[in-house]
């Protein structure tokens, strides 16, 4: 996709890996639109890169339930959908209130998915998009806790792959991104739970996770879109983790070679 002009909707834009790819999709040509629930800090960044500031709060399903509609409404058509935002909450699982599960689960998989739901029908009906869910290698690989977080993002891999049966053959492209350590706001709060620390710090000195900068994921995620490519995956080294979980959705991929992915009787 050349992405000069296009509108590029990111949630969880007012900082972090957020504001790096807004930042670079603008670099590129790109319009950004930016989401986030502190008003202030995305309207600055959009006055900065040329973009649009879109305040929501993503745990509130209200506010999500019209969220494209809004941003469509407010600044026009979304060619890619970046869902970006993302919360952590390292302690173990028998501390977590029942309010704690819901707002992981909300923020992490319940509002991308729908944000991907009402997006992908305004896609086919322009002639295509891209789609970008901003997963994590803890989605394959769950330390003591992180048991809510891995499972999000463990459902929001599968979702992408699942999209991307379901789209096959249609012109809406699928990005999943599945990162290790990012030094953001989120990777300092590892320390707040020791054994969540010690297994950083253990995996760190295996060498299977090394920390990237958010720059660099915003430039592979931008070279996916540009390229569609179907994976980003950071670090390199740890990149066995995923494609060991990949597998078996690449073998049923093969298994179901010539087999129709959509019906083509049912409405658009």
Not at 14 to 19: A, D, F, K, L, V
Not at 58 to 68: F, K
Not at 87 to 115: H, Q
Request: glycine residues 8%; hydrophobic residues 40%; aromatic residues 4%.
């Amino acid at each position: 996709m050349d992405l000069t002009g296009k509108r590029v909707l990111v949630t969880g834009a007012s900082r972090g890996i957020g504001e790096s790819l807004a930042r670079r999709f603008a670099a590129v040509g790109a319009v950004p639109a930016l989401v986030a629930r502190s008003a202030d800090s995305i309207e600055k960044l959009a006055a900065d890169i040329g973009g649009t500031a879109h305040p929501a709060d993503l745990t509130d399903a209200t506010q999500v339930s019209t969220l494209i509609e809004r941003v469509e409404r407010e600044s026009g058509p979304v060619d890619v959908l970046v869902n970006n935002a993302g919360i952590d909450n390292g302690k173990s699982f028998t501390d977590y209130t029942a309010a704690d599960v819901e707002e992981i689960f909300r923020v992490n998989l319940l509002s991308p998915i729908e944000l991907c739901r009402q997006a992908i029908p305004r896609m086919l009906q322009r002639g295509g998009g891209h789609i970008v869910n901003v997963s994590s290698i803890a989605g394959v690989g769950v330390f003591p806790g992180l048991t809510a977080y891995s499972s999000t993002k463990a459902g929001l891999t599968h979702f992408t792959a699942g999209l991307r049966a379901d789209l096959k053959g249609l012109p809406i492209a699928t990005t999943v991104v599945e990162l290790g350590p990012i030094p953001t706001e989120m990777l300092s709060h590892v320390g707040d739970y020791r054994p969540t620390e010690d297994s950083f710090n253990r995996f760190y000195r295996l060498g299977l996770l090394a920390d990237v900068s958010r720059e660099t994921v915003a430039d592979e995620v931008i070279a996916a879109v540009e390229k569609g490519h179907r994976h980003v995956r950071i670090p390199k080294r740890a990149v066995l983790f995923p494609m060991l979980t990949e597998a078996p959705r690449r073998i049923t991929e093969m298994l179901l070679t010539g087999v129709k992915h959509q019906d083509p009787v049912a409405p658009r």
